[in-house]
């Protein structure tokens, strides 16, 4: 289940995903990086989504606005 949200998330271009073994603390960093430089562009992708649990694109954003 969380594989295929996670894969749904990737291909509208709102998520990354990265193998375990691939994960370090500096890719990580990384990625949290461009998500943050890349803010507005994926705030304005979830709110165009229209998802079966319009919740969870809020809490997203939610989530992300307390990041930044």
Do not use: H
Request: proline fraction near 4%; charge should be negative; avoid cysteine.
């Amino acid at each position: 289940e969380q594989t295929k949200n996670a894969e749904y998330a990737q291909s509208l271009g709102v998520a990354r995903i990265i193998p375990q073994e691939q994960l370090t603390p500096k890719k990580l960093e990384m990625e949290i990086e461009k998500l943050v430089q890349n803010y507005s562009s994926i705030t304005k992708k979830i709110n165009n989504i229209v998802s079966p649990d319009i919740d969870a694109s809020k809490k997203m954003v939610d989530l992300l606005e307390k990041e930044i």
